[in-house]
């Protein structure tokens, strides 16, 4: 029996505009339509689906609009007073009515001119959205921390390779001038021997208290249900739905690590040239995770005695949010989100380039635009499937140190707890019947 053909929407446009260019009657086609004039022509436009719009999907969306290339046309979330923000911000950039809402994001993924989506669930989501939108044929920016468990990330990186989709972590610092100068900086030996890394991280927490339960809502105002996911069941509160998720074991990551561990441990496997291993000893004190990598250099999450609260002794507050510090045998260099590099000895200020001292802030589009640019070209981003799994599973590894209260050893290659039964078996959690 012959196979049907299946055409993608953008073969379909270059299958029309073809029979455009060779029709010998007259025809009347729009510069826009064919690309003319600085427009992009709709075959080469991304068709974008939005899954979980807070926040910080927000401020990722708004970059994303701005771009000529994509074409945001749905967005799904559970709550109804989000997707109706959301709709709000993407008709009024495209002067329009068209962007198409729907509570149940499998509705967004079963729509075949989708192109690739945004994940910016809860961490609850991250992975399992990621993966379902993957098996539907999607390519997948995923806000961090892109898995719950060390599974989760396992299960997302494997999908990814065996689906051939685009995947971007929202590690977004990896895209920042003055945090790839740094990297460059110690990756090329200008600190000499690498020594220590230092990725600063929120004070670990865990907290497996309920709120006190509610009303729950009609599903088409809030479906619980669907907010939960894999997540265990527990009674609606308001406060949930509301961000007041954070810190509950259930919903969060890593005890809180990975919020910004995710993006500062990424930024030093880069610069120990590490992507593709991680430590192999984590040993928790009461200030830190120390690690050690099997070539000898010291990875330490240093902890903050609370989100952007006060510093260990070590960091130079005036470098912002989520700073990193990389240290040789010859110097050291320190950055951090206010586009500032700090370096010592001071004859290594002649390294940095003006172009990467002009930066101010952090500007992440660039991180957007690369994940863009590989679904067209279909190379790795910057953030790739192995890149997240390396560094989430270094986080997760160093928060069951924290938890646990011992050092713990890890095979990088099996990805297990060598002789601890008690770690491996809290490398995945349950997940609800329904969600299996």
């Known amino acids: 029996m012959t196979q049907p053909v299946v055409f993608t929407r953008r073969q379909v446009f270059k299958s029309v505009a073809a029979t455009v260019a060779s029709a010998s009657f ?3 086609v729009s510069s826009r339509a064919l690309g003319l004039g600085g427009a992009v022509a709709p075959s080469e436009k991304i068709s974008l689906g939005v899954i979980g719009i807070g926040p910080r999907c927000t401020y990722d969306l708004t970059m994303m609009l701005a771009m000529p290339d994509v074409q945001c046309v749905a967005i799904a979330d559970v709550q109804a007073s989000r997707r109706d923000a959301g709709k709000i911000l993407v008709d009024k950039h495209y002067g329009t009515g068209d962007c198409v809402l729907f509570r149940d994001f499998r509705e967004l ?6 192109d690739a ?11 399992q959205a990621s993966i379902m939108a993957a098996e539907a044929g999607k390519d997948v920016y995923s806000e961090k921390p892109c898995g719950l468990t060390i599974k989760n990330c396992q299960d997302l990186a494997d999908t990814m390779k065996k689906t051939g989709r685009i995947f971007q ?6 895209s920042v001038p003055n945090f790839q100068h740094a990297v460059q900086m110690a990756s090329s030996g200008k600190l000499g021997k690498l020594q220590t890394l230092y990725a600063s991280v929120y004070m670990p927490q865990i907290d497996n208290t309920w709120l006190p ?3 729950t809502p009609a599903r088409e105002s809030c479906d619980w249900n669907l907010w939960l996911g894999p997540a265990p069941w527990r009674p609606y509160n308001q406060k949930y739905v509301s961000g007041g998720w954070r810190g509950q074991y259930d919903f969060d990551s890593g005890a809180r690590l990975l919020d910004w561990g995710a993006h500062t441990v990424d930024l030093c496997q880069w610069a120990n040239s590490a992507d593709n291993t991680m430590p192999v000893e984590y040993e928790p004190t009461s200030s830190n995770v120390t690690c050690r990598y099997a070539n000898g250099v010291k990875l330490i999450l240093d902890f903050l005695s609370t989100p952007f609260g006060e510093r260990g002794p070590n960091w130079i507050t005036k470098l912002g ?13 320190e950055t951090g989100d206010s586009g500032e590099i700090e370096v010592h000895p001071e004859l290594l200020k002649k390294e940095i380039p003006e172009a990467v001292t002009k930066v101010k802030g952090l500007d992440v589009s660039a991180h957007a635009r690369n994940f863009f640019d590989c679904v067209k070209s279909r190379k790795p981003t910057v953030t790739n499937p192995e890149v997240m799994r390396h560094s989430h599973i270094t986080c997760h590894a160093a928060a069951l140190a924290w938890m646990l209260q011992r050092k713990l050893v890890l095979d990088p290659i099996k990805e297990e707890f060598i002789n601890d039964p008690e770690a491996n078996s809290l ?4 997940v609800r019947d329904c969600w299996a």
């Open 26 to 28: 007259p025809l009347v």
């Open 213 to 215: 339960g509610e009303q």
């Open 117 to 127: 989506v945004l994940v910016a669930t809860g961490d609850r989501w991250h992975s």
């Open 169 to 174: 972590a929202g590690t977004q610092r990896r």
């Open 427 to 430: 490398r995945s959690r349950p």
């Open 321 to 333: 949010t989520c700073p990193v510090r990389f240290v040789g045998d010859q110097g050291w260099v």
């Open 109 to 114: 993924l079963a729509r075949k001119d989708i």
